[in-house]
């Protein structure tokens, strides 16, 4: 039935062309357990009690992630509910792999698995409360680089790891080859070695888990089936009320979805969006292997293989290039069951595992795991709570990284249902971070989850682009910047200008998605976008590292028009609309109609939820209710609104939102020579006095209605204007026509990146974020005049103790001059000791240097005197370059340009 052979080399040739629907139907575990060397008894999995009536919280799914939600839920004083259709560990916990890998090329991965490995080493947090050993196999990972690009990947993790205390080493091909005796290390370039690294057993994991749950007054209840979600409608706001099952209703205010590939059948029922994607993955098990033991897991990302140590064999799966979709969800009554496995897909994978371990070839099998894995548009999971309905929050979507993410995620979760924000920045994983035109287009989910999958193991680029689905979401200027040579970046499916490359016309036109090949699809034979992106894919300068430099240089000396008309625009309106906008706001927004001010929406711990500008503009001609005009940036805007509408919801405030993003564009005309391009197109008084800066006027441009804010992204001169869309490509034209005598040029956002990171203009989610303050981030002008009066606002309390008892971290800027850029996630030491980690960096064009923004720590509290007087250095790539530490910007530190006053 298996069609299990003891020759893989017989193996792939006797499955060619199998079939790849048939399933191993299972009702219990203990009818497949024998695939799966970890699985457990059903009666160690088994929880049969009485269904409450009441919950203060229910989480649905008792695998891995919905087991550490009740955990730490019940570390918050809160005994939630567990219900599970079947057994513990039904679905895709029950076969995973359960492999750990310590360190990620970004800080929200790694900081919950390392939530995950305290909770789960020996002596660690559960054994602690439980007794119970997790299944832990502290082996160690080895990943393998096959060339310098892929080294210098490994060399930036390392780097990170001495941030986060994590020990890692790097190996020669023969030192590789002393620790792993069995690799083929022929075509080996180096090997980064991480001791702390190792595999979980899922089922001994979750049997820990569910007792650590229960024994802080969790329940859990197996053998239910979640049949509905009760909701209601109240203040304009779906919200959940109940959990209907098989046994009875359940009341309740909250649901934590953590269903994982059956996750969209849930939320369907709550009419919410779940955007992701079963696949069919899998992996073998070996025969006992000679020399084997203890031997160290593996990662080889270039050849897109594992290999996991099981007991005294391995087992061996990767990331085929052609997967197995379920684009139609995987059977509700789905449990322990498998699929056969098609080795037309898994040939890939087993190639590959063969090259870097050959004796695997001449190894029999134990048994094949197929099961179903779900895949995101992004390969991050889905957390939070969903706009569309409160109290009703997804944990799913974990892209076959289930196990490793649980400990972590599951804190966030019980700490987004209990404090309504996370510890860490989570806005990665965060469900609100699509815009549902994403999440609603079933083609832009699959097309989207499938290149994130065969691109998972590709190496990690700070500007990398997608291919799938490109052209979603465009403004009206989209084919005019095109013809004009504008290579596009995506954000939430919109496309906004990244720079403007010497080449032209259509030379920049994204293709229909080819699939990389997959599913009888040819590759594109010349994509030239495709060139583009290709010239970015590198740890050194890009080929138009130049392009870049004249377009930030012209914003310097002349004038750059940029089109940021992706951003989010939202308009308040009601009786309580000024009330709404002093509470989520940390600044003063009191300087009446014609006034703009630029602030940030904080949570309860005065962590930053988003940047923006808030505008009071003319009353509403219907009611004469105040409103207020909100710009915020497009990458999050619809997290944003989510959050303004949270606010309003749960004050009780009187206060309509309404979203006119797609409405209105955005042109940023910034230079020395804006105010004169500007005084020869509109009639408007634009000097200092007439027109100060952080306000707004309406005024006409090229016979349409524009309303121009004095502001900058970029510290110069400048305005914004807000146009009506249809309105947008005219007056585009008529600010080009009257910029042309005067230098003007079509600019992006790695301009903006350049421009904005050597004023010290901060971005959202890299230099402020929802575990960072305005006071860690340098920014207590924002607060300070709002803090001395009374009105409250949300994070205020948070802020005020905060500045009686100091600050732990302060984000500074570093100035270095390197031969190669920075790229985010290097080590700052101080005097020789790590004190943080470059959060974002670009290349100052004006100050001739990298320009990093990181956040130093100290485990009492920051002085300015400790801040100035040591020594720092930055580590990049395992280079060691000295640092110019400020706190103050490096660019026009005196912010005369953004008055007009040039030398």
């Avoid at 569910?210 to 053998?223: D, F, H, K, N, Y």
């Avoid at 910047?481 to 504008?486: A, P, T, Y």
């Avoid at 301009?751 to 207590?780: C, N, Q």
Wanted: proline share 4%; glycine share 10%.
């Amino acid at each position: 039935h298996y069609y299990i052979t003891n020759n893989l080399r017989m193996l792939r040739t006797l499955h060619k062309g199998l079939s790849q629907q048939p399933i191993r139907q299972a009702r219990y575990l203990s009818e497949v357990a024998a695939d799966v060397p970890h699985s457990k008894d059903k009666t160690e999995l088994s929880h049969a009690s009485d269904l409450p009536t009441h919950a203060e919280v229910v989480v649905i799914g008792g695998g891995s992630i919905g087991n550490s939600t009740l955990y730490h839920l019940g570390k918050k004083g809160v005994k939630g509910l567990l219900l599970e259709k079947d057994q513990l560990t039904a679905g895709t916990t029950w076969h995973s792999a359960g492999l750990i890998w310590s360190l990620r090329p970004n800080d929200t991965d790694s900081n919950v698995i390392g939530h995950t490995l305290d909770l789960v080493r020996s002596g660690g947090e559960i054994e602690q409360l439980t007794g119970m050993d997790c299944g832990f196999n502290n082996n160690g990972g080895i990943f393998v680089a096959n060339n310098k690009e892929r080294f210098d990947e490994y060399r930036r993790l390392k780097t990170f790891g001495k941030y986060l205390d994590v020990d890692t080493y790097v190996l020669s091909p023969s030192e590789t080859k002393d620790l792993y005796p069995l690799m083929n290390v022929d075509d080996v370039y180096a090997t980064l070695y991480s001791p702390a690294d190792g595999c979980l057993d899922p089922s001994t994991y979750v049997s820990a888990l569910s007792r650590a749950g229960t024994m802080l007054g969790g329940q859990i209840v197996t053998e239910t089936t979640v049949t509905g979600i009760e909701t209601e409608t109240t203040r304009g706001r779906k919200r959940v009320t109940g959990v209907q099952t098989n046994k009875g209703l359940i009341k309740t205010e909250k649901v934590i979805n953590c269903t994982g590939a059956w996750g969209p059948y849930i939320s369907e029922m709550a009419g919410v969006d779940c955007p992701l994607v079963p696949f069919r993955h899998a992996y073998v098990v070996t025969e006992d292997i000679e020399g084997i033991e203890n031997m160290p897991n593996v990662r080889d990302h270039d050849l897109s293989a594992y290999l996991r140590l099981q007991g005294n064999g391995l087992s061996v799966g990767g990331y085929e290039p052609h997967p197995d979709l379920l684009p139609d969800g995987v059977a509700k009554d789905f449990a322990f069951g498998l699929y056969e496995l098609d080795w037309d897909t898994f040939g890939f994978n087993i190639e590959a595992c063969i090259k870097r371990v050959p004796i695997i070839e001449y190894t029999g099998l134990k048994s094949t795991v197929c099961g179903p894995e779900s895949f995101t548009p992004d390969h991050k999971p889905l957390l939070g709570e969903s706009l569309d309905c409160r109290g009703f929050y997804q944990g799913c979507g974990f892209n076959s990284s289930g196990i490793m993410l649980a400990g972590g995620c599951g804190r966030e979760l019980a700490n987004m249902a209990v404090e309504g924000t996370t510890s860490i920045d989570m806005f990665g994983y965060d469900v609100n971070r699509y815009h549902p035109d994403c999440t609603k287009n079933k083609a832009w989910v699959l097309a989207r989850s499938h290149e994130a999958y065969v691109k998972n193991y590709a190496m990690v680029f700070i500007h990398d682009e997608n291919l799938a689905m490109r052209d979603m979401r465009t403004d009206v200027l989209h084919e005019t910047l095109l013809s004009r040579g504008c290579v596009y970046q995506q954000r939430q499916g919109h496309e906004r200008p990244g720079y403007f490359a010497v080449h032209k016309d259509s030379v920049n036109e994204k293709l229909d998605y080819d699939w990389y090949g997959s599913y009888g699809n040819e590759v594109h034979p010349e994509y030239p976008y495709r060139d583009r992106l290709g010239e970015e894919y590198t740890f050194g300068y890009p080929q138009h590292f130049d392009v870049i430099g004249a377009e930030s240089h012209a914003c310097r000396e002349r004038a750059a028009l940029f089109n940021m008309s992706y951003f989010g625009k939202f308009f308040l309106t009601g009786p309580d609309a000024q009330a709404v906008v002093d509470y989520l706001c940390c600044s003063n927004i009191n300087k009446g109609p014609g006034g703009t001010v630029y602030t940030n929406m904080l949570n309860k711990n005065g962590g930053s939820e988003s940047d923006l500008t808030v505008s009071h503009i003319e009353p509403c001609p219907e009611t004469g209710h105040d409103r207020f005009y909100v710009a915020c940036g497009g990458g999050s805007s619809y997290r944003d609104m989510g959050h303004i509408l949270n606010v309003i919801d749960d004050k009780k405030f009187d206060c309509s939102v309404a979203d006119h993003s797609s409405d209105y564009g955005m042109l940023s005309l910034q230079g020395p020579k804006s105010r004169a391009i500007l005084e020869s197109i509109c009639d408007n008084d634009l000097s200092n006095e007439a027109f100060p800066f952080s306000s707004h006027q309406l005024t006409t441009i090229g016979g349409h209605e524009v309303r121009l804010m004095r502001l900058t992204f970029v510290g110069e001169l400048g305005w914004e204007l807000h146009i009506p869309s249809d309105a947008l490509v005219d007056v585009y034209n008529t600010v080009m026509a009257a910029g042309e005598p005067h230098g003007i040029v079509d600019s992006g956002y790695r301009a903006i990146d350049s421009l904005s990171s050597e004023k010290g203009y901060k971005h959202w989610h890299e230099d402020v974020r929802p575990d960072t303050t305005p006071l860690e981030a340098g920014m207590a002008w924002l607060v300070n005049s709002k803090l001395k009066t009374k009105v409250d606002f949300l994070g205020r309390d948070a802020l005020l103790a905060q500045k009686k008892s100091g600050i732990k971290k302060r984000l500074v800027c570093l100035k270095v001059e390197s031969p190669v850029p920075l790229v985010t996630l290097e080590a700052i030491s101080r005097d020789g000791d790590v004190v943080g980690w470059v959060s974002r960096t670009a290349y100052g064009y004006s100050v001739g240097c990298n320009v990093a923004w990181g956040y130093i720590e100290h485990p009492e509290k920051i002085k300015l005197d400790w801040v100035k007087s040591g020594k720092y250095q930055v580590e990049c790539m395992g280079e060691v370059y000295d640092a110019e530490v400020s706190l103050a910007a490096p660019f026009d530190p005196k912010n005369l340009r953004v008055k007009g006053i040039y030398e």
